[in-house]
């Protein structure tokens, strides 16, 4: 991406700050499930502008997840005199009363047809999102209850003029144009209320969900906000809604996966940890796998890498490979075959997603071929 370009979103992201308003304050709800997104006060439709509540901050991740190629803007809103603790591994410990909203949308062009890309310079407008410019599909509203975080899907209505509570989740059939020109058809799968705990749920002992996204090494970058450029966590720290941390410089920090410059190991890892680390840790949903990949910083056993290591169940996931990884081998690595997959039986992840990021099986095929060695004496 141009260094233009980047300024260019950089400065369009920045107004989202400037969203405060007074009279749209943010309520959050400790007991019950309003019908309408916009009671909660984080992201209201006004008129052609997606709009934050008072004192709603929006962020942004040095890697994203992938879902559909769909843009994302993310907000939390920690309540008044209240603050986050910091931990150095996990999602930042919001505290109790705590909303994030994260709004998965397409861009879209001005006939209408929806655009596969990572160019975000379009989309926003001096008061939010540009609702002339892009298509709203779903909200997830994650709210931090006496009893735990409580995870809720919004589906956004064909005028989008609001997003209606739906706990059973959706399917939306979608268009979109690629940047090649060409067309894809998929169906987008809004999961259900409880679905959420497949990825939201690091131990998988406890099922206790938690957001993913807002952990030290994702949110450790530079934002563009109204008042200038900041690192996300030294902005919490000096808005005093971060406790624990005197200084962004003391966080980890991972890697942008479309930052060319970064090691390419480096984009590799981070673009594992979003997309995979949540179950493929020793505490979550695949640990039996005994294969790692969250937290790029820290380096586990050799045995836990994936580096010539067989699956530990055969089946249609391994498509009759031997081993999740193999140096200098992307077409035969397990790994690849999977991330390249759409079978549901067969595709990692296995929630979030109906098409394959063609970029990020990329990195990830690159990263494995440029690796030195291979498997010849793996047992």
């Given at each position: 991406?141009?260094?233009?370009?980047?300024?260019?979103?950089?400065?369009?992201?920045?107004?989202?700050?400037?969203?405060?308003?007074?009279?749209?304050?943010?309520?959050p709800f400790m007991d019950d499930n309003p019908q309408n997104l916009s009671d909660w006060g984080m992201v209201i439709a006004k008129g052609n502008t997606l709009?934050?509540g008072q004192d709603a901050m929006p962020y942004d991740l040095n890697t994203p997840l992938f879902t559909d190629a769909a843009h994302k803007l993310r907000v939390?809103?920690?309540?008044?005199?209240?603050?986050?603790?910091?931990?150095?591994?996990?999602?930042?410990?919001?505290?109790?009363?705590?909303?994030?909203?994260?709004?998965?949308?397409?861009?879209?062009?001005?006939?209408?047809?929806?655009?596969?890309?990572?160019?975000?310079?379009?989309?926003?407008?001096?008061?939010?999102?540009?609702?002339?410019?892009?298509?709203?599909?779903?909200?997830?509203?994650?709210?931090?209850?006496?009893?735990?975080?409580?995870?809720?899907?919004?589906?956004?209505?064909?005028?989008?003029?609001?997003?209606?509570?739906?706990?059973?989740?959706?399917?939306?059939?979608?268009?979109?144009?690629?940047?090649?020109?060409?067309?894809?058809?998929?169906?987008?799968v809004i999961p259900n209320a409880n679905q959420c705990a497949g990825c939201h749920a690091p131990n998988a002992t406890t099922r206790s969900i938690e957001p993913?996204?807002?952990?030290?090494?994702?949110?450790?970058?530079?934002?563009?906000?109204?008042?200038?450029?900041?690192?996300?966590?030294?902005?919490?720290?000096?808005?005093?809604?971060?406790?624990?941390?005197?200084?962004?410089?003391?966080?980890?920090?991972?890697?942008?996966?479309?930052?060319?410059?970064?090691?390419?190991?480096?984009?590799?890892?981070?673009?594992?940890?979003?997309?995979?680390?949540?179950?493929?840790?020793?505490?979550?949903?695949?640990?039996?796998?005994?294969?790692?990949?969250?937290?790029?910083?820290?380096?586990?056993?050799?045995?836990?890498?994936?580096?010539?290591?067989?699956?530990?169940?055969?089946?249609?996931?391994?498509?009759?490979?031997?081993?999740?990884?193999?140096?200098?081998?992307?077409?035969?690595?397990?790994?690849?075959?999977?991330?390249?997959?759409?079978?549901?039986?067969?595709?990692?992840?296995?929630?979030?997603?109906?098409?394959?990021?063609?970029?990020?099986?990329?990195?990830?095929?690159?990263?494995?071929?440029?690796?030195?060695?291979?498997?010849?004496?793996?047992?």
């Open positions: 991406m141009s260094c233009w370009k980047q300024w260019l979103i950089l400065g369009a992201l920045s107004s989202l700050a400037a969203c405060s308003n007074p009279i749209q304050t943010v309520t709009s934050l939390v809103w920690v309540p008044p005199g209240k603050k986050a603790k910091y931990r150095e591994e996990r999602a930042l410990d919001f505290p109790v009363g705590s909303v994030i909203a994260k709004t998965f949308y397409y861009p879209k062009d001005s006939a209408g047809t929806l655009l596969r890309n990572h160019d975000y310079s379009h989309d926003f407008t001096g008061q939010g999102l540009n609702l002339g410019k892009v298509r709203l599909v779903e909200t997830r509203i994650l709210v931090h209850r006496a009893k735990g975080w409580a995870a809720l899907p919004y589906i956004w209505n064909a005028d989008q003029s609001d997003a209606v509570l739906e706990r059973t989740g959706g399917a939306i059939p979608i268009h979109l144009q690629k940047e090649d020109g060409t067309g894809q058809d998929f169906t987008y993913i996204g807002p952990a030290p090494r994702h949110l450790n970058k530079m934002y563009a906000y109204q008042d200038g450029k900041e690192n996300q966590l030294d902005r919490l720290i000096r808005l005093g809604k971060l406790d624990g941390l005197a200084d962004a410089k003391a966080a980890p920090r991972n890697a942008s996966w479309r930052d060319e410059s970064a090691p390419l190991d480096k984009r590799a890892r981070a673009y594992l940890d979003i997309n995979c680390g949540h179950c493929h840790n020793p505490h979550g949903a695949a640990d039996t796998s005994a294969f790692y990949l969250d937290r790029p910083e820290h380096r586990y056993p050799a045995g836990n890498t994936g580096l010539c290591k067989p699956p530990v169940a055969a089946g249609q996931g391994t498509g009759g490979h031997s081993f999740d990884i193999v140096p200098g081998h992307a077409d035969t690595s397990i790994l690849v075959y999977r991330l390249s997959s759409n079978n549901p039986g067969v595709m990692m992840p296995e929630l979030g997603r109906s098409t394959v990021d063609e970029a990020g099986l990329k990195l990830i095929s690159d990263w494995i071929n440029a690796m030195d060695g291979d498997c010849v004496n793996a047992q």
